[in-house]
Every structure is written in C-alpha cells, then in structure tokens.
C-alpha cells in the first residue's frame, strides 16, 4: 500500500517554550518526520522562543541534539537534517514582559498560516493570548494550541477557557488530547462508523460490558512530585481514558466534521451517571525488586494520590442502561498496554455442553502496542470425541495487514498537520473539557471529604486485588494485562 502525503500550506509556527520537554521529546521530533515524508512545504517555518538568550545557531544546536536523541531516524538522515535546522530560528520573548514581541510581529508574514503552540504553563496561557493579540500577532485566522493539564477542576478548566477566549475564538483553539492523535484511536471510528457490521450489536441488547485498559509499565520516577498534584484521575481519567469511553459510545455522528463530531461526544459525557464511592478504586504501587514505592518517587510518604484508578461507569443513555463501561489504569504495571474490549452477550440458549474457562465472544481493539483488532470467537475444536468447543482468535495486526504502510506517526506529528490544515475534529473543544471535569469533580471532592486512602498493589502486577473484584462482582472479569 502506498502511502500518499499531501503537503500542508505554507505556515508559520511559533512555538513557545521551545527548548523544553515536550518540545524537544514530542513537537520537534513530529515536525521532522513531517518534514522528511514532504508534507512540510518549502516555505514552512518555525519559531522557537524562550526565555533565555539564545542565537539561531545555538537554538539549531539544542534541537540537532533533541532530534539525534528522539527522532528514531535523524543520525541516519543527516542532510535532511541540516536541512530542517534552517527552518527554525529563535527569538527570545518574555511572555510576562516587552522583550520579543515586536522581534516576532516582524517575522510574520501577511499570507501564510498562523499557529502558536503554547507548551508551557497553563498559567501562562492568558497572558500569551493576550499579548499575541495585542502585539498584532495573532490574526482571526490563526490557531492557538494548547497542551494538558487543561485544568484541574471545572472551575479551573473555566477560567483557562475564559482566559483564552478574550483574544481568541473557539474555533481558533486547539486544545491537545494526544491519544485522539494516535493512528489506533481514530481508527476506532473508522471501525465503527465505516463498517456495517459491528453497528447492530453495538448496545446493551448486544454487549454485555465493555472494558477500557491503559496500562503503563513504567512508574513516576523522575516526575512524582509534579505528578503527586495530579493523580490517576486527573492526568488519565479525565481526558485520554474519557476519550476513548467517548469514541466508543458515542452516536454516528452525521458527517466527519469537528463539530458534529465533538457533539456527540459531549453528549455522551453529559450522559455518565455520577459514580457510587464502592464502585472505584484507587491505587498506589508498593516497592518490589527494590525499585521503590509510589510513595518513595512521590517524595511524600503520606501520600494519597492515586497512580492506579479502576471504576465502573454507566451510561445513562438508551443505547447503554445495563451496560457498564469498566476504565482501569494504573502506573507500575505488569505492561504497557492499551486496549478495548468489548464483551458481547452470551447466546440466549446453549445447545452444547459447557466450556470450561469460557469467556464469550470479545472484540478487542489494541491500540498500543502491537496494534490490532481480534475477534474472540467460540468454534468447535476438532477431532473425535464429540462436541467440544474451543475459542479462538480471529486476528488482525496493522503491521501484518498494512506492512510499511502501517509505521505509525507519532500522535504529535498528525496533530500538529491538522493545527496547520484547520481541522479541529481530534482536538477537545471547550465545553467537552468542562463537561468532563463536571463529572470528574464530585468523584474527587468524595474522595478528599471521606479522606479515604488509595489501597496498595505490586509493582509490576495487574493492580489491586479490589480492581479485580470490582468486576467479579458483576460475574465478570478483566482480560488480563498481557505482556
Ligand atoms: C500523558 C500522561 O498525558 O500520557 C502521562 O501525563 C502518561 O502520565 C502518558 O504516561 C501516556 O501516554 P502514552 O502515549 O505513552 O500512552
């Protein structure tokens, strides 16, 4: 399969905070290998600011090191390269400040596209906005875009939104979620709304239950005392863990456009009934292989926050009552996995002896890594001896499936071409954000009132033993973690 690059207009790219993490791991890393592939035209170009006093040159040097180190391909492709280096150049901006502001009205030019990536605090969201506007920066036709934490409760989420919309209109904002970024992702809605198949059994007549695993390996060591502010919820739940619930159970929405995409996603967020205390569970990991505790990495032995949260969500809509959706993710665990699993019904009548170990038909959508969907199904096993029967895969891997053509972007690189194409369907839209830190808010302010204490699990397990209860209650249980 060939892959077909269709390049993006002309634009100029102002990224603020340049020669921080993400910048480096994630943003710059994507626009190579944009750059690389030909979707970048000739005239693109990038703009780096911080802080600091730099020249181009020194700016080149930073980010020649960033790509050698995170762009998989970049000591390989060094005139490509070199040849990226001369798109970018630096000007030093104190976004609290005078400095840089004319130095970057200067070098705008009247008919390329305009976006600004804000990858810095959000508290400084506001104010950047507002000097970009104010400066003459910013025009109606360009983009803003923004990175989580968009928030950390409604009210938050509020100000931030209200913050940004005094210089710049909604559909001027492009507030990142990654995972709607990621190939597999996306590829959910092309497997629902592009297939015939799955659409009639896609209800609670059909599924039983439906499972929704993010799964990390790896701890919070090097991060814990900012992610000690955040927890579980906040830095998974609330954006990548809903997105993907939002993808699943959401109505066909009447065209592939932003917005009548991104209503039915609020609608089913609108839809979550309020979740009862007995029916989540939170996590920390303890110390095993002396690696350390949740604890130890947080910096604070009396720590409460969660790094592992399990819960079971209705959604209280027609198409779902009496179909839970159970999220679980967690840090520390026993792999990093991603996946889907929707769980149908079983056959209203057996005519056959009972399987041992049966578990029914699944779909199972992974979406990272080994990229995938599997279709368990129950088939006789062959041989004498009467009928016995046996579940088995039907298995596709992208990588098999698509060969080369399945080498998936990174989830920045996409977004960052739809900032620049205009496309707002895979970024959350204001009231989407707010909608979810509504449902979110309650859960967490019961947790802070009732001081309950997350409960503790092995670190390389599959979680808390209550996680697995949590769904044996209901008679069912999680497709284990596989590594
Ligand atoms: C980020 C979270 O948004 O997503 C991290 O802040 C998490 O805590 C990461 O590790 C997971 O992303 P991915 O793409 O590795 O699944």
Same mark, same amino acid.
């Given at each position: 399969m060939v892959s077909r690059v269709i390049p993006v207009d002309p634009f100029d790219l102002i990224i603020f905070g340049a020669t921080g993490d993400l910048a480096r791991r994630k943003i710059l890393p994507?626009?190579?290998?944009?750059?690389?592939?030909?979707?970048?035209?000739?005239?693109?170009?990038?703009?780096?600011?911080?802080?600091?006093?730099?020249?181009?040159?020194?700016?080149?040097?930073?980010?020649?090191?960033?790509?050698?180190?995170?762009?998989?391909?970049?000591?390989?492709?060094?005139?490509?390269?070199?040849?990226?280096?001369? /798109?970018?150049?630096?000007?030093?901006?104190?976004?609290?400040?005078?400095?840089?502001w004319g130095d970057l009205a200067g070098f705008m030019r009247p008919d390329a596209v305009r976006a600004f990536y804000l990858s810095v605090s959000p508290s400084l969201f506001g104010e950047i906005a507002a000097r970009l506007n104010e400066n003459g920066i910013a025009t109606p036709d360009s983009r803003i875009v923004v990175e989580k934490p968009f928030g950390h409760d409604l009210a938050s989420a509020r100000a931030l939104n209200a913050s940004l919309r005094q210089s710049f209109d909604e559909h001027q904002i492009y507030r990142?979620?990654?995972?709607?970024?990621?190939?597999?992702?996306?590829?959910?809605?092309?497997?629902?709304?592009?297939?015939?198949?799955?659409?009639?059994?896609?209800?609670?007549?059909?599924?039983?239950?439906?499972?929704?695993?993010v799964a990390e390996s790896l701890g919070v060591e090097g991060r814990g005392e900012y992610y000690d502010r955040s927890g579980a919820m906040r830095d998974m739940v609330q954006n990548h863990l809903m997105q993907l619930l939002c993808l699943t159970a959401m109505e066909p929405p009447s065209r592939f456009q932003p917005n009548a995409v991104r209503d039915e996603k609020v609608k089913v967020i609108e839809a979550l009934e309020p979740v009862a205390p007995s029916d989540i569970v939170r996590g920390q990991y303890r110390d095993r292989n002396g690696e350390g505790s949740y604890r130890d990495h947080a910096g604070d032995p009396n720590s409460q926050t969660e790094c592992f949260v399990a819960m079971k969500v209705n959604v209280g809509n027609w198409r779902w009552a009496g179909t839970p959706f159970y999220?679980?993710?967690?840090?520390?665990?026993?792999?990093?996995?991603?996946?889907?699993?929707?769980?149908?019904?079983?056959?209203?009548?057996?005519?056959?002896? /009972?399987?041992? /170990?049966?578990?029914?038909?699944?779909?199972?959508?992974?979406?990272?890594p080994d990229e995938g969907i599997t279709l368990r199904t129950t088939i006789k096993e062959p041989g004498p001896g009467g009928m016995r029967l046996a579940e088995v895969s039907l298995d596709m891997t992208f990588a098999d499936a698509l060969g080369s053509h399945a080498e998936a972007q990174d989830a920045y690189e996409r977004l960052i071409m739809d900032v620049i194409r205009g496309d707002q369907t895979l970024f959350m839209r204001g009231d989407e954000v707010e909608s979810a830190w509504a449902w979110i808010d309650p859960i967490i302010k019961g947790w802070e009132e009732s001081e309950t204490a997350p409960v503790s699990y092995d670190a390389g397990g599959s979680g808390p033993d209550d996680a697995l209860m949590l769904l044996h209650r209901g008679g069912r249980r999680w497709r284990e973690i596989e590594v």
């Open positions: 994507g626009l190579f290998h944009r750059f690389t592939v030909g979707q970048m035209p000739e005239e693109a170009r990038i703009v780096g600011t911080a802080r600091s006093e730099m020249d181009n040159d020194a700016f080149r040097g930073v980010i020649r090191d960033s790509l050698l180190e995170f762009a998989p391909r970049a000591a390989e492709q060094t005139g490509l390269l070199e040849r990226f280096l001369e /798109k970018l150049s630096y000007v030093c901006v104190d976004v609290k400040g005078d400095q840089g990142i979620d990654h995972y709607l970024g990621k190939e597999t992702v996306q590829n959910l809605m092309a497997l629902r709304f592009a297939n015939s198949l799955w659409e009639p059994l896609w209800n609670s007549t059909h599924i039983d239950h439906v499972q929704i695993t999220l679980r993710t967690g840090k520390k665990l026993r792999a990093r996995t991603s996946e889907i699993v929707v769980v149908f019904r079983d056959p209203p009548h057996m005519i056959f002896p /009972k399987m041992e /170990k049966h578990r029914g038909n699944a779909l199972i959508i992974r979406l990272q």
